[in-house]
């Protein structure tokens, strides 16, 4: 009874919330996505996925504007494979890998692959982003200590998937020298990796790449996979947990925490006016559309509000709605604090096994 109490107070506070008024974003409604600045500047609503696009770019160009550009085509430099160990984990095998995302920049991975898979059986393939882990980064999304609830990629290459598992940047052992290499964030160098990850996965015979790719991840993995998936549509599912909510409502508007050499430094230029972003979770998430996505947002989340969520949510599915993917964006309340439930988790593999196929 005490749980329904709550979930019934929270559909009354969403439905009184889901349409009040938030600032603009660059000129532009926040909550009603489908305002977009035409050719003359002149501001329209989108009834086409084609008028909605002029939407997407600007927010796009929103976001690269804080995180610095994504790198061209001519930084696709040789990947370099190397594999550095190898554990027999039963039904896969687990490989400690690095591989070279641009000139002089080596990322280390693991790479999990169904022993089925390399016996001459092509299998989907997922990308696995850590959530922040200071001591033994990637390693806790393989099973290698941590947080219990985060060992997806062990879990997915049980299920018969082959995943990969970047380290993010700044974290633990992976301290690359971004200046060096050319990025301005730590948020841009992560992307750029996980997508040099994807053209990894495209190469390997065991991968059965014609289908697309998931990306799933906790907190730090959450919006890591929204912000590779934006910019990256070989992603053909997304899986976020404790990911986002608006910068209106994280920790209150108090966005110094976005603001280091790690994420985005730039943030900082708009600390105590986090409504001048020029970026939000609101145009993020819609631009996913018409993929689809599966957002885990527990009620108890200190970081990320699941209200927020909710809102962010019913401002982007009338995009969804524009390419006819209304049932595309889930949105799961578990009763928990800041993590990934079990119920919730195994949900998500099933979300991405309906898109990619069954290994």
Same mark, same amino acid.
């Given at each position: 009874m005490k749980l329904m109490r709550r979930l019934l107070l929270l559909v009354l506070f969403y439905a009184a919330t889901a349409h009040a008024d938030v600032p603009p974003i660059r000129g532009l409604s926040r909550s009603d996505l489908l305002e977009y600045h &035409?050719?003359?500047?002149?501001v329209k609503k989108a009834a086409t996925p084609a008028e909605w696009e002029l939407r997407r770019q600007e927010a796009l160009a929103g976001f690269l504007s804080m995180t610095g550009p994504l790198p061209g085509s001519d930084q696709r430099c040789a990947l370099d494979l190397k594999i550095e160990e190898e554990g027999d984990c039963g039904s896969y095998v687990r490989r400690l890998i690095s591989y070279q995302s641009s000139l002089g920049g080596r990322v280390p991975a693991y790479l999990c692959i169904p022993k089925a898979a390399l016996s001459g059986k092509p299998v989907p393939a997922v990308l696995c982003l850590h959530?922040?882990?200071?001591?033994i980064g990637f390693n806790v999304v393989v099973g290698l200590g941590g947080k219990p609830h985060r060992q997806y990629a062990a879990e997915l290459a049980k299920r018969g998937y082959v995943t990969l598992s970047p380290s993010y940047p700044l974290l633990a052992k992976y301290q690359? &020298?971004?200046?060096?290499?050319?990025?301005?964030?730590?948020?841009m160098k992560a992307?750029?990796?996980n997508i040099r990850g994807l053209d990894l996965l495209e190469m390997l015979p065991f991968v059965k790449k014609e289908v697309g790719f998931a990306a799933i991840g906790h907190s730090l993995g959450g919006h890591n996979s929204i912000f590779t998936a934006v910019h990256d549509t070989r992603i053909k599912v997304i899986v976020s947990s404790c990911g986002f909510d608006s910068v209106l409502d994280y920790y209150g508007g108090n966005i110094k925490g976005w603001v280091q050499e790690r994420y985005i430094l730039k943030m900082g230029d708009y600390l105590g006016r986090p409504q001048d972003v020029p970026f939000d979770h609101y145009e993020l998430i819609a631009a996913l559309a018409p993929r689809r996505v599966f957002v885990n947002a527990p009620l108890r989340d200190a970081n990320f509000k699941h209200d927020s969520v909710d809102r962010i949510a019913a401002a982007a599915r009338p995009v969804f709605a524009l390419f006819g993917a209304e049932k595309k964006l889930s949105i799961r309340h578990p009763d928990s604090e800041h993590d990934f439930?079990?119920?919730e988790r195994f949900e998500s593999y099933a979300v991405i096994q309906q898109v990619l196929g069954k290994p």
């Open positions: &035409d050719a003359s500047g002149a959530p922040t882990e200071n001591n690359p &020298d971004l200046k060096a290499l050319g990025f301005s964030s730590g948020t992307i750029w990796d439930p079990d119920a």
